[in-house]
């Protein structure tokens, strides 16, 4: 495949379900999701999160991820030219597989989060011989 | 009535909003925008100069060249990604490529001056003006 000019992605503001009780825009991060034999990998783009800043919550199958912003780092910075704006990421996905909650891994590099959810035993593929 | 209270959110609020606005003002001029070009450049000034904010999520220090020289600053670099084989995709919403994106500062830039941080993504180049730039004050006679 070549490779081709990137282009801008603009940043999708969140229309949450609920209301956040802080004010402030929350973004939603591109996500990319792809599935292996043993686990289901989320890798999220969270440009200006650090890895302390990042909460990732699994309740039933609901799997939630916000990450915030330190603005410490804007103090005393008068925009004078702007593409984007920067905010919280958050977002949720309902989980198809059973994961196995005991051993998620994450993993953040260069603003992005990577979380390797790997599937409980009975949700693994298994192959059957036929006699 | 005014707002007393201290809110901790209140400066992420004001950020964004001076950003917004930012955004729809013609500070640079009708038409001369590259608004779509990749990565997306915010541009601050504080008391050394400019600063120039750029996201690249998933970018290797190493992927990113970073060039100077008179007025422009040029930042060209690749993004790629590797999940290995045999992976079934669920959702492909990440873009990859190659960027290439030139900015030109209103003053000639002090190149020896010039500092680029690297941190979570986000590349943040201190660009301050060359000495020739600068204010003289000249004594009247």
């Given at each position: 495949?070549?490779?081709?000019d990137?282009?801008?992605?603009?940043?999708?503001?969140?229309?949450?379900?609920?209301?956040?009780?802080?004010?402030?825009?929350?973004?939603?991060?591109?996500?990319?999701?792809?599935?292996?034999?043993d686990?289901?990998?989320?890798?999220?783009?969270?440009?200006?999160?650090e890895?302390?800043?990042?909460?990732?919550?699994?309740?039933?199958?609901?799997?939630t991820?916000?990450?915030?912003?330190?603005?410490?780092?804007?103090?005393?910075?008068?925009?004078?030219?702007?593409?984007?704006?920067?905010?919280?990421?958050?977002r949720?996905?309902?989980?198809s597989?059973?994961?196995?909650?005991e051993?998620?891994?994450?993993?953040?590099?260069?603003?992005?989060?990577?979380?390797?959810?790997?599937?409980?035993?009975e949700?693994q593929?298994?192959?059957?011989?036929?006699? | 009535?005014a707002?007393?209270?201290?809110?901790?959110?209140?400066?992420?609020?004001?950020?964004?909003?001076?950003?917004?606005?930012?955004?729809?003002?013609?500070?640079?001029?009708?038409?001369?925008?590259s608004?779509?070009?990749?990565?997306?450049?915010n541009?601050?000034?504080?008391?050394?100069?400019y600063?120039?904010?750029a996201?690249?999520?998933?970018v290797?220090?190493?992927?990113?060249?970073?060039?100077?020289?008179k007025?422009?600053?040029?930042?060209?670099?690749?993004?790629t990604?590797?999940?290995?084989?045999?992976?079934s995709?669920?959702?492909?919403?990440?873009e990859?490529?190659?960027f290439?994106?030139?900015?030109?500062t209103?003053?000639?830039?002090?190149?020896?001056?010039?500092?680029?941080?690297?941190?979570?993504?986000?590349?943040?180049?201190?660009?301050?003006p060359?000495?020739?730039?600068?204010?003289?004050?000249?004594?009247v006679?």
């Open positions: 495949m070549a490779e081709r990137l282009e801008v992605q603009a940043k999708r503001e969140l229309e949450p379900e609920k209301e956040k009780t802080v004010p402030g825009k929350y973004y939603v991060p591109y996500t990319d999701i792809y599935e292996n034999s686990a289901l990998v989320v890798v999220m783009e969270m440009p200006g999160v890895k302390k800043d990042i909460s990732v919550n699994l309740e039933k199958n609901e799997l991820i916000e990450g915030h912003i330190d603005f410490e780092k804007y103090k005393n910075l008068k925009p004078v030219y702007t593409e984007y704006n920067v905010g919280h990421f958050s949720s996905f309902r989980l597989s059973e994961i196995d909650q051993r998620i891994e994450a993993n953040v590099a260069n603003g992005v989060l990577s979380l390797r959810l790997p599937k409980v035993e949700s593929p298994k192959k059957i011989k036929i006699a | 009535m707002n007393t209270l201290s809110n901790p959110f209140d400066p992420l609020l004001g950020l964004q909003r001076a950003l917004d606005t930012a955004m729809s003002s013609d500070w640079f001029g009708v038409g001369t925008s608004r779509g070009s990749f990565p997306p450049i541009v601050f000034q504080d008391e050394g100069g600063v120039v904010v996201e690249l999520p998933g290797a220090r190493d992927d990113i060249d970073v060039k100077i020289h007025n422009q600053v040029r930042l060209v670099g690749k993004k990604r590797d999940y290995g084989e045999g992976v995709v669920h959702r492909r919403e990440r990859i490529g190659h290439d994106r030139t900015l030109t209103p003053f000639q830039i002090d190149v020896d001056e010039v500092k680029a941080e690297y941190r979570d993504g986000v590349l943040a180049l201190h660009v301050p060359a000495e020739s730039e600068k204010p003289r004050s000249i004594s006679q």
